[in-house]
């Protein structure tokens, strides 16, 4: 054989690129993104050492600047509907903090829209489970200046996309729940930059019919310490009861804390909502949208456990959407709530005012 016909390992594919950037930006270093010769390199603010961030002032001579994303400039009084860029020469790491995600803070006297390259920056944070708050620079001239950084072309990232419902299942195993009975938790693995992902199979469900489910986003504070502030908790607790109830169902347990946004842009968001902010705006003050979640996981799972009709325990459309999206058929849709207490009224307002939620507030709180 050859020398050049030798096997040799190889990782074409666009989702391992994606994760690899995914993984140089928690590590707190650049990466280059590219479209045809333009290249741009971006740093994530919300773990970039303060003394990286004054390299990358110094290697670029000056000529970063900040995204400000579309919910965050709204918030700092940008009149624009699109995510913009400001400059940052002679700023410092606290005070471009600042200017990307702290209360209170002034509108930036320049900025200018921001073009899909710089954008995508966002979308690799937002995969990386960081503020989409990216130091920017064009690196086009800059020669090798980046050469030991990650690079990854744009066209990548778009081609990723396909992943985001590629799973495996892992294995299959009895756990005896209290008060449910026996439960199978089945473990996917796969996807786009995710933990492996949990279903709990209550009962015995004939999957041939239509089968019911709930979606259940992972929420720490909620579901494992019993937050008041929130009632995913409760929503987790009660949707197990009323599938076992329905003569046995699937629990699809999601690795999408804080909306998606991860634990540390949620907890940011709770410090926020301290301070008066509804969930909604907190999020939006740190560059977040509404809901970041998706739910090609989910119907991955379903489809791996050969279920195609559900009847789904939500108030929330955006699931139901999510599912009809990947060709799941939604038979029905029932209720599931929590306990309305003084922490999390104005939290459950907002979702049904704010974000469409199905739940009649009136009535829950009067029942309490
Ligand atoms: N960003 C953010 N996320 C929150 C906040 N409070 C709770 N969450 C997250 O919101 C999600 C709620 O998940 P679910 O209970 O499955 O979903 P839901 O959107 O309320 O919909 P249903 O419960 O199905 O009606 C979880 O990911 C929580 O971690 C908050 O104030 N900010
Ligand atoms: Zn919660």
Not at 145 to 155: P, Q, T
Not at 248 to 277: F, N, S
């Amino acid at each position: 054989m050859s020398k050049s016909s030798q096997p040799a390992f190889q990782f074409p594919t666009a989702e391992i690129e994606v994760e690899r950037a995914v993984s140089e930006l928690r590590y707190g270093r650049p990466v280059v993104i590219s479209e045809g010769d333009r290249k741009i390199a971006a740093v994530a603010l919300d773990c970039v050492a303060p003394s990286l961030f004054d390299q990358f002032a110094a290697i670029t001579e000056n000529r970063h600047g900040l995204l400000l994303t579309a919910p965050r400039a709204a918030r700092l009084g940008i009149g624009t509907e699109r995510d913009v860029i400001t400059p940052l020469a002679g700023l410092s790491f606290d005070a471009a903090s600042r200017l990307a995600y702290a209360l209170g803070a002034e509108k930036p006297v320049l900025c200018q829209p921001a073009d899909a390259l710089a954008s995508q920056s966002a979308e690799l944070a937002r995969l990386a489970l960081l503020l989409p708050a990216m130091v920017l620079a064009d690196v086009t001239t800059m020669g090798d200046r980046f050469a030991g950084c990650c690079e990854i072309a744009s066209s990548r990232l778009r081609g990723a996309d396909a992943a985001r419902q590629r799973f495996d299942k892992v294995v299959r195993t009895r756990v005896p729940l209290k008060d449910l009975g026996d439960a199978d938790f089945v473990i996917f693995r796969g996807g786009l930059a995710q933990k492996d992902q949990v279903a709990i199979v209550v009962g015995k469900p004939d999957v041939s019919k239509t089968v019911p489910i709930r979606i259940h986003s992972s929420c720490i504070t909620g579901d494992l310490c019993g937050s008041l502030k929130c009632d995913c908790g409760d929503q987790l607790r009660n949707g197990l009861t009323l599938l076992k109830q329905a003569g046995g169902g699937v629990l699809i347990y999601l690795d999408q804390e804080g909306r998606g946004t991860g634990i540390g842009a949620k907890m940011r968001a709770y410090g926020y909502q301290h301070l008066g902010l509804d969930t909604i705006d907190a999020d939006a003050e740190l560059g977040l949208a509404e809901d970041h979640r998706r739910y090609e996981a989910a119907v991955a799972m379903l489809r791996l456990l050969d279920i195609s009709k559900v009847a789904v325990y939500t108030n929330n459309p955006t699931k139901i959407a999510g599912l009809k999206l990947g060709g799941i058929e939604v038979e029905a849709r029932a209720p599931v709530n929590g306990r309305v207490t003084a922490e999390n009224e104005n939290y459950l307002r907002t979702k049904t005012l704010r974000a469409g939620h199905m739940m009649d507030l009136e009535t829950l709180v009067a029942a309490e």
